[in-house]
Protein backbone atom coordinates (compact mmCIF):
# COMPACT_ATOMS: atom_id res chain seq x y z
CA UNK A 1 0.00 0.00 0.00
CA UNK A 2 1.85 2.89 -1.02
CA UNK A 3 0.63 6.62 -0.54
CA UNK A 4 -0.93 8.47 -3.91
CA UNK A 5 -1.33 12.44 -4.85
CA UNK A 6 -4.62 13.35 -5.51
CA UNK A 7 -4.56 15.96 -8.12
CA UNK A 8 -7.48 17.50 -7.96
CA UNK A 9 -7.41 18.68 -4.40
CA UNK A 10 -6.27 21.68 -2.99
CA UNK A 11 -5.91 22.35 0.68
CA UNK A 12 -5.16 25.69 1.29
CA UNK A 13 -5.73 28.53 4.51
CA UNK A 14 -5.48 32.37 4.28
CA UNK A 15 -2.97 34.08 6.26
CA UNK A 16 -2.95 37.96 6.93
CA UNK A 17 -2.96 41.01 9.73
CA UNK A 18 -6.54 42.25 10.62
CA UNK A 19 -7.87 43.85 8.68
CA UNK A 20 -5.48 43.18 5.43
CA UNK A 21 -8.83 41.36 3.18
CA UNK A 22 -9.23 37.72 4.02
CA UNK A 23 -12.25 37.39 4.37
CA UNK A 24 -13.30 40.16 1.66
CA UNK A 25 -11.18 37.52 -0.60
CA UNK A 26 -12.67 34.40 0.51
CA UNK A 27 -16.08 36.04 -0.33
CA UNK A 28 -14.77 36.76 -3.58
CA UNK A 29 -13.44 32.85 -4.17
CA UNK A 30 -17.20 31.42 -3.09
CA UNK A 31 -18.89 34.45 -5.19
CA UNK A 32 -16.64 33.09 -8.57
CA UNK A 33 -16.62 29.35 -8.19
CA UNK A 34 -20.48 29.65 -7.95
CA UNK A 35 -20.78 28.24 -4.83
CA UNK A 36 -23.31 30.52 -3.73
CA UNK A 37 -26.12 32.33 -5.93
CA UNK A 38 -25.52 36.35 -6.17
CA UNK A 39 -29.19 35.85 -3.68
CA UNK A 40 -27.32 33.83 -1.23
CA UNK A 41 -24.33 36.23 -1.18
CA UNK A 42 -23.84 38.69 1.92
CA UNK A 43 -20.69 40.08 2.93
CA UNK A 44 -18.23 37.92 5.30
CA UNK A 45 -20.11 35.07 4.49
CA UNK A 46 -17.54 32.58 6.72
CA UNK A 47 -18.16 34.93 9.51
CA UNK A 48 -21.53 34.04 10.78
CA UNK A 49 -21.55 35.52 14.65
CA UNK A 50 -23.00 38.70 14.84
CA UNK A 51 -19.58 39.88 16.82
CA UNK A 52 -17.34 39.07 13.84
CA UNK A 53 -19.52 41.17 11.62
CA UNK A 54 -19.51 44.15 14.13
CA UNK A 55 -16.46 44.37 14.66
CA UNK A 56 -14.84 43.06 10.99
CA UNK A 57 -12.80 40.08 12.56
CA UNK A 58 -12.62 36.62 12.10
CA UNK A 59 -13.01 34.74 15.65
CA UNK A 60 -13.88 31.07 14.71
CA UNK A 61 -11.70 29.68 11.39
CA UNK A 62 -13.97 28.62 8.99
CA UNK A 63 -14.04 26.24 5.93
CA UNK A 64 -15.69 25.60 2.75
CA UNK A 65 -15.49 23.35 0.18
CA UNK A 66 -15.48 25.02 -3.78
CA UNK A 67 -15.16 23.15 -7.16
CA UNK A 68 -13.00 25.57 -9.91
CA UNK A 69 -12.88 24.99 -13.58
CA UNK A 70 -9.44 25.64 -14.03
CA UNK A 71 -7.84 26.70 -17.50
CA UNK A 72 -6.07 23.56 -18.38
CA UNK A 73 -10.28 21.78 -18.50
CA UNK A 74 -9.70 19.51 -15.25
CA UNK A 75 -12.19 20.30 -12.19
CA UNK A 76 -10.42 21.09 -9.01
CA UNK A 77 -12.01 20.51 -5.48
CA UNK A 78 -10.42 23.49 -3.34
CA UNK A 79 -10.53 23.16 0.68
CA UNK A 80 -10.37 26.92 1.92
CA UNK A 81 -9.84 27.37 5.95
CA UNK A 82 -10.67 31.53 6.70
CA UNK A 83 -8.43 32.05 10.00
CA UNK A 84 -8.77 35.05 12.46
CA UNK A 85 -5.66 37.55 12.18
CA UNK A 86 -5.69 38.30 15.84
CA UNK A 87 -2.87 37.54 18.08
CA UNK A 88 -5.87 36.07 20.55
CA UNK A 89 -6.90 33.54 18.12
CA UNK A 90 -3.87 32.26 17.09
CA UNK A 91 -4.18 28.59 18.08
CA UNK A 92 -7.43 28.93 15.30
CA UNK A 93 -4.52 29.52 12.90
CA UNK A 94 -2.26 26.93 14.07
CA UNK A 95 -5.40 23.74 14.24
CA UNK A 96 -5.87 25.21 10.04
CA UNK A 97 -2.52 25.36 9.19
CA UNK A 98 -2.15 21.68 10.13
CA UNK A 99 -4.98 20.51 7.81
CA UNK A 100 -3.63 22.28 5.24
CA UNK A 101 -0.60 21.95 2.62
CA UNK A 102 -0.52 25.84 1.13
CA UNK A 103 -1.18 28.92 2.32
CA UNK A 104 -2.51 32.16 0.82
CA UNK A 105 -0.16 35.35 1.95
CA UNK A 106 -2.50 38.13 1.90
CA UNK A 107 -0.77 41.49 2.15
CA UNK A 108 -2.54 45.27 2.18
CA UNK A 109 -0.64 46.96 -0.70
CA UNK A 110 -0.82 49.95 1.00
CA UNK A 111 0.03 49.16 4.10
CA UNK A 112 2.25 46.34 3.65
CA UNK A 113 3.94 43.61 5.98
CA UNK A 114 2.74 43.60 9.99
CA UNK A 115 3.76 42.12 12.81
CA UNK A 116 0.81 39.50 12.77
CA UNK A 117 1.92 39.17 8.86
CA UNK A 118 5.18 37.62 10.15
CA UNK A 119 3.30 36.00 13.12
CA UNK A 120 0.84 33.93 10.72
CA UNK A 121 3.14 33.26 8.31
CA UNK A 122 6.34 31.96 10.19
CA UNK A 123 3.46 29.83 11.48
CA UNK A 124 2.59 28.25 7.99
CA UNK A 125 6.52 28.15 7.54
CA UNK A 126 6.42 26.04 10.66
CA UNK A 127 4.12 23.63 9.07
CA UNK A 128 5.76 22.85 5.36
CA UNK A 129 3.61 24.90 3.71
CA UNK A 130 4.25 26.58 0.12
CA UNK A 131 3.30 30.23 0.25
CA UNK A 132 1.29 32.13 -2.36
CA UNK A 133 1.53 35.86 -2.18
CA UNK A 134 -1.54 37.78 -2.80
CA UNK A 135 -1.33 41.74 -2.78
CA UNK A 136 -5.01 42.86 -1.97
CA UNK A 137 -6.25 46.64 -2.49
CA UNK A 138 -4.48 47.02 -5.50
CA UNK A 139 -6.84 49.88 -6.85
CA UNK A 140 -6.32 52.01 -3.75
CA UNK A 141 -4.62 55.12 -4.48
CA UNK A 142 -2.03 54.52 -1.90
CA UNK A 143 -0.85 51.63 -2.71
CA UNK A 144 2.43 50.48 -4.19
CA UNK A 145 2.78 46.82 -5.26
CA UNK A 146 6.48 46.98 -6.14
CA UNK A 147 7.27 48.48 -2.84
CA UNK A 148 5.14 45.56 -1.12
CA UNK A 149 6.63 43.04 -2.86
CA UNK A 150 10.44 44.25 -2.18
CA UNK A 151 9.25 44.34 1.53
CA UNK A 152 7.85 40.41 1.28
CA UNK A 153 11.30 39.31 0.42
CA UNK A 154 13.17 41.42 2.86
CA UNK A 155 11.09 40.74 5.67
CA UNK A 156 9.85 37.03 5.57
CA UNK A 157 12.93 35.92 2.92
CA UNK A 158 10.05 34.15 0.08
CA UNK A 159 9.81 34.77 -3.33
CA UNK A 160 7.02 37.81 -4.43
CA UNK A 161 8.31 38.36 -7.93
CA UNK A 162 5.03 36.44 -8.90
CA UNK A 163 2.28 37.72 -6.08
CA UNK A 164 -0.66 38.09 -7.59
CA UNK A 165 -2.02 41.48 -7.15
CA UNK A 166 -6.11 41.33 -6.34
CA UNK A 167 -9.19 43.77 -5.16
CA UNK A 168 -11.03 41.42 -3.22
CA UNK A 169 -13.69 44.35 -2.64
CA UNK A 170 -14.19 44.76 -6.57
CA UNK A 171 -13.73 41.19 -6.99
CA UNK A 172 -10.53 42.39 -9.49
CA UNK A 173 -8.31 39.41 -10.59
CA UNK A 174 -9.68 36.56 -8.68
CA UNK A 175 -9.07 34.38 -11.37
CA UNK A 176 -5.43 34.92 -10.84
CA UNK A 177 -5.70 34.05 -7.44
CA UNK A 178 -7.97 30.50 -8.56
CA UNK A 179 -5.01 29.95 -11.17
CA UNK A 180 -2.54 30.19 -8.64
CA UNK A 181 -3.72 27.71 -5.98
CA UNK A 182 -4.35 25.31 -8.69
CA UNK A 183 -0.74 25.22 -9.70
CA UNK A 184 1.15 26.51 -7.16
CA UNK A 185 0.41 24.70 -4.23
CA UNK A 186 0.86 21.31 -3.58
CA UNK A 187 -1.73 18.48 -3.61
CA UNK A 188 -2.45 16.44 -0.90
CA UNK A 189 -1.21 12.47 -0.29
CA UNK A 190 -2.84 9.60 1.11
CA UNK A 191 -3.31 5.95 0.84
CA UNK A 192 -7.44 5.36 0.27
CA UNK A 193 -6.73 1.73 0.88
CA UNK A 194 -4.63 2.06 4.63
CA UNK A 195 -6.96 2.20 7.72
CA UNK A 196 -8.26 5.29 8.19
CA UNK A 197 -6.48 8.01 9.75
CA UNK A 198 -7.86 11.36 10.21
CA UNK A 199 -6.93 14.81 12.17
CA UNK A 200 -10.04 16.30 14.37
CA UNK A 201 -9.90 20.49 13.35
CA UNK A 202 -12.61 21.55 15.51
CA UNK A 203 -15.44 20.86 16.92
CA UNK A 204 -18.44 23.07 17.81
CA UNK A 205 -22.44 22.10 19.29
CA UNK A 206 -25.34 22.28 16.76
CA UNK A 207 -28.72 22.17 19.24
CA UNK A 208 -29.99 19.66 16.34
CA UNK A 209 -27.44 17.20 15.48
CA UNK A 210 -25.01 17.61 18.65
CA UNK A 211 -21.24 18.13 18.11
CA UNK A 212 -20.21 18.68 14.41
CA UNK A 213 -16.53 17.61 14.14
CA UNK A 214 -14.36 18.94 11.28
CA UNK A 215 -11.83 16.36 10.23
CA UNK A 216 -9.27 16.30 7.87
CA UNK A 217 -8.73 12.70 6.18
CA UNK A 218 -4.89 11.79 6.10
CA UNK A 219 -5.36 7.86 5.09
CA UNK A 220 -8.86 5.70 4.51
CA UNK A 221 -12.24 6.21 4.07
CA UNK A 222 -15.14 7.69 6.36
CA UNK A 223 -18.49 6.50 5.34
CA UNK A 224 -21.71 6.58 7.09
CA UNK A 225 -22.81 3.88 9.87
CA UNK A 226 -18.95 3.28 10.30
CA UNK A 227 -17.77 2.85 14.27
CA UNK A 228 -14.91 5.34 14.59
CA UNK A 229 -12.72 5.74 17.67
CA UNK A 230 -10.91 8.81 19.30
CA UNK A 231 -7.02 7.72 19.85
CA UNK A 232 -7.01 10.69 22.28
CA UNK A 233 -10.40 9.59 24.88
CA UNK A 234 -10.55 5.92 23.37
CA UNK A 235 -14.15 6.42 22.97
CA UNK A 236 -15.83 4.74 20.18
CA UNK A 237 -19.11 6.71 18.11
CA UNK A 238 -21.19 5.33 15.19
CA UNK A 239 -21.29 7.97 12.62
CA UNK A 240 -24.71 8.93 11.52
CA UNK A 241 -23.75 11.52 8.88
CA UNK A 242 -20.51 12.65 7.07
CA UNK A 243 -20.20 15.35 4.66
CA UNK A 244 -18.65 18.69 3.24
CA UNK A 245 -19.88 22.51 3.49
CA UNK A 246 -19.80 24.39 0.13
CA UNK A 247 -20.60 26.52 2.50
CA UNK A 248 -23.94 25.25 3.45
CA UNK A 249 -23.49 21.38 5.00
CA UNK A 250 -24.09 18.51 2.44
CA UNK A 251 -23.81 15.15 3.07
CA UNK A 252 -22.06 13.09 1.33
CA UNK A 253 -21.51 8.84 0.74
CA UNK A 254 -17.94 9.18 2.12
CA UNK A 255 -14.52 11.60 2.49
CA UNK A 256 -11.24 10.03 1.10
CA UNK A 257 -7.69 10.91 1.61
CA UNK A 258 -6.84 14.82 1.39
CA UNK A 259 -10.47 15.97 1.55
CA UNK A 260 -11.82 18.29 4.96
CA UNK A 261 -14.99 17.39 5.69
CA UNK A 262 -17.69 17.11 9.12
CA UNK A 263 -19.10 13.90 10.81
CA UNK A 264 -21.61 13.93 13.04
CA UNK A 265 -21.66 10.55 15.81
CA UNK A 266 -24.77 11.64 18.47
CA UNK A 267 -21.62 13.33 20.52
CA UNK A 268 -23.32 15.03 23.85
CA UNK A 269 -20.45 17.29 24.65
CA UNK A 270 -17.35 19.57 22.59
CA UNK A 271 -15.25 18.64 25.78
CA UNK A 272 -15.42 14.93 24.64
CA UNK A 273 -13.62 15.91 21.13
CA UNK A 274 -10.30 16.92 21.71
CA UNK A 275 -9.34 19.33 18.71
CA UNK A 276 -5.68 17.44 17.37
CA UNK A 277 -7.16 14.09 18.44
CA UNK A 278 -6.50 11.20 15.61
CA UNK A 279 -9.60 9.31 14.27
CA UNK A 280 -9.53 5.97 13.36
CA UNK A 281 -11.76 2.95 12.37
CA UNK A 282 -12.57 0.88 15.86
CA UNK A 283 -12.22 -2.34 14.02
CA UNK A 284 -8.92 -1.72 12.14
CA UNK A 285 -7.04 0.78 13.66
CA UNK A 286 -4.25 3.14 12.45
CA UNK A 287 -0.47 2.11 13.94
CA UNK A 288 0.37 5.45 15.53
CA UNK A 289 -1.38 8.60 16.02
CA UNK A 290 -0.76 11.83 14.65
CA UNK A 291 1.41 14.57 16.21
CA UNK A 292 -1.87 16.37 18.18
CA UNK A 293 -1.48 20.31 18.92
CA UNK A 294 -0.46 21.73 22.34
CA UNK A 295 -3.06 21.90 24.40
CA UNK A 296 -4.54 25.43 24.65
CA UNK A 297 -3.16 27.64 27.63
CA UNK A 298 -5.48 30.66 29.47
CA UNK A 299 -2.77 33.59 29.93
CA UNK A 300 -5.34 36.22 31.00
CA UNK A 301 -7.97 35.65 33.82
CA UNK A 302 -10.36 37.51 35.41
CA UNK A 303 -13.81 36.97 37.39
CA UNK A 304 -16.88 38.20 35.65
CA UNK A 305 -20.11 38.47 38.59
CA UNK A 306 -23.69 39.18 37.56
CA UNK A 307 -25.23 42.41 38.85
CA UNK A 308 -27.96 40.91 40.50
CA UNK A 309 -27.06 38.04 42.59
CA UNK A 310 -30.26 36.30 41.14
CA UNK A 311 -28.83 35.79 37.94
CA UNK A 312 -25.79 33.39 38.91
CA UNK A 313 -27.87 30.56 37.82
CA UNK A 314 -28.77 32.19 34.39
CA UNK A 315 -24.74 32.60 33.69
CA UNK A 316 -23.40 29.64 34.78
CA UNK A 317 -25.87 27.94 32.02
CA UNK A 318 -24.41 30.43 29.89
CA UNK A 319 -21.33 30.16 30.44
CA UNK A 320 -22.05 26.10 29.80
CA UNK A 321 -23.43 26.67 25.98
CA UNK A 322 -20.48 28.88 25.31
CA UNK A 323 -18.24 26.50 27.34
CA UNK A 324 -18.96 23.42 24.23
CA UNK A 325 -18.36 25.75 21.51
CA UNK A 326 -14.92 27.47 22.70
CA UNK A 327 -12.86 24.88 24.36
CA UNK A 328 -10.31 27.39 24.76
CA UNK A 329 -12.10 29.57 27.28
CA UNK A 330 -12.12 28.00 30.99
CA UNK A 331 -14.15 28.78 34.34
CA UNK A 332 -14.59 27.65 38.07
CA UNK A 333 -16.77 29.33 40.62
CA UNK A 334 -15.69 31.95 43.28
CA UNK A 335 -17.34 34.08 45.76
CA UNK A 336 -16.61 38.03 46.41
CA UNK A 337 -17.00 39.78 49.60
CA UNK A 338 -18.01 43.20 47.33
CA UNK A 339 -20.10 41.40 44.25
CA UNK A 340 -21.26 37.65 45.35
CA UNK A 341 -20.86 34.63 43.63
CA UNK A 342 -19.76 34.44 40.48
CA UNK A 343 -16.88 32.45 38.28
CA UNK A 344 -12.93 33.21 37.94
CA UNK A 345 -12.50 32.70 34.03
CA UNK A 346 -9.19 31.50 31.73
CA UNK A 347 -8.90 33.66 28.55
CA UNK A 348 -5.88 33.78 25.89
CA UNK A 349 -5.76 37.54 25.99
CA UNK A 350 -8.17 40.64 26.35
CA UNK A 351 -10.07 40.46 23.44
CA UNK A 352 -11.08 37.39 23.68
CA UNK A 353 -12.35 38.41 27.58
CA UNK A 354 -13.93 41.33 25.47
CA UNK A 355 -15.79 38.72 23.45
CA UNK A 356 -16.86 36.09 25.61
CA UNK A 357 -18.26 39.30 27.89
CA UNK A 358 -19.94 40.50 25.08
CA UNK A 359 -21.54 37.46 24.04
CA UNK A 360 -22.25 36.53 26.90
CA UNK A 361 -24.32 39.94 27.96
CA UNK A 362 -25.97 39.65 24.17
CA UNK A 363 -26.62 36.28 23.62
CA UNK A 364 -28.00 35.48 26.58
CA UNK A 365 -29.15 39.18 28.14
CA UNK A 366 -26.58 39.34 30.90
CA UNK A 367 -25.43 42.42 32.97
CA UNK A 368 -22.03 41.91 34.06
CA UNK A 369 -19.45 42.69 35.96
CA UNK A 370 -15.58 42.11 35.02
CA UNK A 371 -13.15 42.24 37.55
CA UNK A 372 -9.49 43.56 36.80
CA UNK A 373 -7.77 41.02 34.97
CA UNK A 374 -4.64 38.97 35.97
CA UNK A 375 -2.19 37.01 34.55
CA UNK A 376 -1.05 33.41 36.12
CA UNK A 377 1.71 33.83 38.63
CA UNK A 378 3.83 31.04 39.98
CA UNK A 379 4.64 31.55 43.34
CA UNK A 380 7.36 29.46 45.56
CA UNK A 381 6.71 29.13 49.22
CA UNK A 382 9.14 28.73 51.81
CA UNK A 383 8.18 24.86 52.31
CA UNK A 384 9.50 24.10 48.72
CA UNK A 385 6.03 23.48 46.96
CA UNK A 386 4.95 26.08 44.32
CA UNK A 387 1.37 27.10 43.53
CA UNK A 388 -0.41 29.27 40.42
CA UNK A 389 -1.77 32.22 41.38
CA UNK A 390 -4.83 33.26 39.12
CA UNK A 391 -7.36 35.24 41.56
CA UNK A 392 -4.77 38.53 43.58
CA UNK A 393 -7.12 38.03 46.41
CA UNK A 394 -6.02 34.20 46.99
CA UNK A 395 -2.54 35.68 48.01
CA UNK A 396 -1.51 33.41 50.61
CA UNK A 397 0.97 35.50 53.24
CA UNK A 398 3.42 37.22 52.20
CA UNK A 399 5.59 35.66 55.11
CA UNK A 400 5.23 32.10 53.61
CA UNK A 401 6.41 33.15 49.98
CA UNK A 402 10.23 32.62 48.88
CA UNK A 403 9.28 34.17 45.92
CA UNK A 404 7.07 34.99 43.13
CA UNK A 405 7.52 34.45 38.98
CA UNK A 406 5.44 36.11 36.47
CA UNK A 407 5.17 35.54 32.59
CA UNK A 408 7.02 37.33 30.15
CA UNK A 409 6.69 38.00 26.49
CA UNK A 410 8.59 38.31 23.17
CA UNK A 411 6.50 41.34 21.48
CA UNK A 412 7.49 42.00 17.94
CA UNK A 413 6.34 45.75 17.14
CA UNK A 414 6.18 47.38 13.53
CA UNK A 415 5.85 51.16 13.41
CA UNK A 416 6.66 53.81 11.10
CA UNK A 417 9.79 55.93 11.97
CA UNK A 418 8.01 58.70 13.30
CA UNK A 419 6.32 57.45 15.97
CA UNK A 420 9.61 54.86 17.08
CA UNK A 421 10.42 57.61 19.94
CA UNK A 422 6.91 57.54 21.88
CA UNK A 423 6.89 53.41 21.08
CA UNK A 424 10.24 52.81 22.95
CA UNK A 425 9.15 55.10 25.71
CA UNK A 426 6.05 53.24 26.44
CA UNK A 427 7.97 49.46 26.20
CA UNK A 428 10.06 51.28 28.79
CA UNK A 429 7.96 52.70 30.91
CA UNK A 430 6.73 48.85 31.01
CA UNK A 431 9.56 47.30 32.55
CA UNK A 432 10.41 46.39 29.07
CA UNK A 433 13.79 44.84 27.70
CA UNK A 434 14.88 45.86 23.79
CA UNK A 435 15.96 43.06 22.22
CA UNK A 436 16.31 44.04 18.61
CA UNK A 437 15.81 47.08 16.30
CA UNK A 438 16.22 47.31 12.37
CA UNK A 439 14.26 48.83 9.97
CA UNK A 440 11.72 47.38 7.25
CA UNK A 441 11.89 49.63 4.42
CA UNK A 442 10.62 53.02 6.52
CA UNK A 443 9.47 51.45 8.97
CA UNK A 444 10.50 50.46 12.07
CA UNK A 445 10.68 46.66 14.11
CA UNK A 446 11.41 46.57 17.53
CA UNK A 447 11.61 43.34 19.72
CA UNK A 448 11.37 44.07 23.27
CA UNK A 449 10.54 41.53 26.06
CA UNK A 450 7.90 42.52 27.82
CA UNK A 451 5.92 40.95 31.24
CA UNK A 452 2.69 39.97 30.80
CA UNK A 453 1.09 41.61 33.54
CA UNK A 454 2.10 45.65 31.98
CA UNK A 455 0.29 43.89 28.81
CA UNK A 456 -2.83 43.14 29.45
CA UNK A 457 -4.38 46.45 30.74
CA UNK A 458 -4.65 49.08 28.11
CA UNK A 459 -0.87 48.48 26.33
CA UNK A 460 -2.36 48.15 22.39
CA UNK A 461 -4.96 50.42 22.99
CA UNK A 462 -1.75 53.01 24.60
CA UNK A 463 0.01 51.64 21.37
CA UNK A 464 -2.06 52.57 18.99
CA UNK A 465 -2.96 55.98 20.27
CA UNK A 466 0.58 57.10 20.27
CA UNK A 467 0.85 55.79 16.65
CA UNK A 468 -2.23 57.43 15.72
CA UNK A 469 -3.15 53.40 14.88
CA UNK A 470 -0.28 52.90 12.56
CA UNK A 471 1.84 50.35 14.65
CA UNK A 472 1.11 46.65 14.71
CA UNK A 473 1.60 44.56 17.69
CA UNK A 474 1.70 40.72 18.30
CA UNK A 475 3.81 38.60 20.86
CA UNK A 476 3.90 34.58 22.51
CA UNK A 477 4.42 34.16 25.84
CA UNK A 478 8.23 33.02 26.22
CA UNK A 479 9.21 32.10 29.76
CA UNK A 480 8.80 33.07 33.67
CA UNK A 481 11.19 35.04 35.67
CA UNK A 482 11.49 36.14 38.75
CA UNK A 483 10.00 39.96 40.04
CA UNK A 484 9.62 42.41 42.98
CA UNK A 485 5.38 42.17 43.21
CA UNK A 486 3.59 43.28 45.76
CA UNK A 487 -0.69 43.13 46.56
CA UNK A 488 -1.86 46.12 45.98
CA UNK A 489 -5.16 46.21 47.73
CA UNK A 490 -7.76 49.21 47.33
CA UNK A 491 -10.02 50.23 50.00
CA UNK A 492 -13.33 52.04 49.95
CA UNK A 493 -14.81 53.41 53.59
CA UNK A 494 -12.41 51.25 54.84
CA UNK A 495 -13.31 47.98 53.56
CA UNK A 496 -11.26 45.77 50.77
CA UNK A 497 -12.75 45.91 47.76
CA UNK A 498 -11.45 42.42 46.11
CA UNK A 499 -12.39 43.03 43.06
CA UNK A 500 -9.96 45.34 42.45
CA UNK A 501 -6.58 44.23 44.01
CA UNK A 502 -3.91 43.62 42.05
CA UNK A 503 -0.42 42.48 41.81
CA UNK A 504 1.93 45.30 40.58
CA UNK A 505 5.52 45.67 40.48
CA UNK A 506 7.01 47.82 44.08
CA UNK A 507 8.43 50.36 42.37
CA UNK A 508 5.53 50.99 40.12
CA UNK A 509 2.59 50.77 43.10
CA UNK A 510 2.35 53.86 44.49
CA UNK A 511 1.86 55.78 40.93
CA UNK A 512 -0.53 52.86 40.33
CA UNK A 513 -2.33 53.45 43.78
CA UNK A 514 -2.45 57.13 43.36
CA UNK A 515 -4.18 56.87 39.93
CA UNK A 516 -6.81 54.14 41.12
CA UNK A 517 -7.51 56.20 43.80
CA UNK A 518 -7.99 59.63 42.08
CA UNK A 519 -10.05 57.96 39.50
CA UNK A 520 -12.33 56.02 41.93
CA UNK A 521 -12.81 59.56 43.56
CA UNK A 522 -14.22 60.60 40.58
CA UNK A 523 -16.07 57.80 38.85
CA UNK A 524 -18.05 57.49 42.66
CA UNK A 525 -20.84 59.28 43.41
CA UNK A 526 -20.76 61.49 46.20
CA UNK A 527 -22.73 59.72 49.59
CA UNK A 528 -24.30 61.83 52.70
CA UNK A 529 -21.27 60.76 54.53
CA UNK A 530 -17.43 61.20 53.95
CA UNK A 531 -16.06 58.39 52.34
CA UNK A 532 -12.25 57.64 52.12
CA UNK A 533 -10.84 56.30 49.25
CA UNK A 534 -7.03 54.02 49.80
CA UNK A 535 -4.76 52.29 48.03
CA UNK A 536 -3.02 50.02 50.68
CA UNK A 537 0.04 47.69 50.27
CA UNK A 538 -0.11 44.55 53.30
CA UNK A 539 -0.33 47.26 56.27
CA UNK A 540 0.55 50.32 55.08
CA UNK A 541 -1.54 52.99 53.36
CA UNK A 542 0.35 54.65 49.79
CA UNK A 543 -2.37 56.44 48.59
CA UNK A 544 -5.43 58.50 49.38
CA UNK A 545 -8.27 60.76 48.25
CA UNK A 546 -11.42 61.24 50.23
CA UNK A 547 -14.93 61.51 48.27
CA UNK A 548 -16.50 64.91 50.14
CA UNK A 549 -20.30 64.32 52.05
CA UNK A 550 -23.14 65.98 50.55
CA UNK A 551 -24.37 68.12 52.24
CA UNK A 552 -28.26 68.62 52.90
CA UNK A 553 -29.33 71.88 54.20
CA UNK A 554 -30.47 71.25 57.28
CA UNK A 555 -31.02 75.01 58.05
CA UNK A 556 -33.40 75.72 55.79
CA UNK A 557 -36.32 76.15 58.26
CA UNK A 558 -34.61 78.65 59.87
CA UNK A 559 -35.98 82.24 59.48
CA UNK A 560 -33.46 84.99 61.20
CA UNK A 561 -33.48 84.23 65.19
CA UNK A 562 -30.15 83.10 67.13
CA UNK A 563 -27.27 81.69 65.60
CA UNK A 564 -27.32 79.24 68.19
CA UNK A 565 -30.07 77.54 66.34
CA UNK A 566 -28.59 76.87 63.22
CA UNK A 567 -24.95 75.95 65.17
CA UNK A 568 -27.68 73.07 67.00
CA UNK A 569 -28.61 71.41 64.08
CA UNK A 570 -25.15 71.49 62.05
CA UNK A 571 -24.16 69.88 64.86
CA UNK A 572 -26.59 67.31 64.65
CA UNK A 573 -26.15 66.70 61.16
CA UNK A 574 -22.32 66.35 61.89
CA UNK A 575 -23.02 63.49 64.40
CA UNK A 576 -25.34 61.91 62.19
CA UNK A 577 -22.57 61.49 59.53
CA UNK A 578 -20.47 60.31 61.51
CA UNK A 579 -22.38 57.60 62.76
CA UNK A 580 -23.07 56.98 58.82
CA UNK A 581 -19.61 56.75 58.00
CA UNK A 582 -19.46 54.23 60.56
CA UNK A 583 -22.34 51.85 59.43
CA UNK A 584 -23.32 53.64 55.87
CA UNK A 585 -22.74 51.30 52.76
CA UNK A 586 -20.78 53.10 49.76
CA UNK A 587 -22.63 52.14 46.72
CA UNK A 588 -20.00 51.51 43.54
CA UNK A 589 -21.49 52.21 39.95
CA UNK A 590 -20.41 49.02 37.99
CA UNK A 591 -19.18 51.65 35.09
CA UNK A 592 -16.68 52.94 38.44
CA UNK A 593 -15.68 49.36 38.44
CA UNK A 594 -14.92 48.98 34.42
CA UNK A 595 -13.44 52.68 34.20
CA UNK A 596 -11.06 51.91 37.11
CA UNK A 597 -9.56 49.24 34.81
CA UNK A 598 -9.24 50.86 32.23
CA UNK A 599 -6.36 53.06 33.49
CA UNK A 600 -3.36 54.98 31.34
CA UNK A 601 -0.91 54.83 34.61
Same mark, same amino acid.
Given at each position: ? /?????? @? ?9 IDH ?5 ? $? ?7 A ?5 ? !?E ?11 R ?6 ? !????E ?16 P?H ?20 V???Q ?9 V?Q ?9 ? #? ?11 D? =???Q????I?I ?13 ? @? ?8 V ?13 L??L??D?WY????GV ?5 ? =?????K????I ?10 L?R??VF?P?M ?6 GP????F? /? ?5 V &????VG?T??DD?K???E ?8 Q????C??F??D ?8 ? &??? %???L ?9 ? !??A ?6 R ?9 E?I??R?E ?6 L???A ?6 ? %?????S ?14 K ?5 E????? /????P? $??L ?17 NY?G??A????D?P????V ?11 K ?9 S?Y????L ?5 L ?6 D??S?L?H?D ?10 EK ?7 H?FQIP ?7 KI??R? /? ?16 A ?6 ? $? ?13 ? #?D ?14
Amino acid at each position: M /TARTFD @NIRNFSIVAHIDHGKSTLA $DRLIQTTGALTAREM !TEQVLDNMDIERERGITIKAQ !TVRLEYKAQDGKTYILNLMDTPGHVDFAYEVSRSLAACEGSLLVVDASQGVEAQTLANVYQAIDANHEIVP #VLNKIDLPAADPDR =IKEQIEEVIGIDASEAVPVSAKSGL @NIEGVLEAIVTKLPPPKGDPDAPLKALLVDSWYDAYLGVVVLVRI =IDGTMKKGQTIKMMGTNASYSLDRVGVFNPKMTEMAQLGPGEVGFF /TASIKEV &ADTRVGDTITDDRKPTAEALPGFKPVQPVVFCGLFPVDAAEFENLRA &AMG %KLRLNDASFSYEME !TSAALGFGFRCGFLGLLHLEIIQERLEREFNLDLISTAPSVVYHL %KLRDGSTIELHNPADMPDVMKIETIEEPWIRA /TILTPD $DYLGSVLKLCQERRGVQIDLNYVGKRAMVVYDLPLNEVVFDFYDRLKSISKGYASFDYHISDYREGDLVKMSVLVNAEPVDALSMLVHRDRAEGRGRAMCEKLKELIPPHMFQIPVQAAIGGKIIARE /TIRALRKDVTAKCYGGDASRKRKLL $DKQKEGKKRMRQFGK #VDIPQEAFIAALKMDT
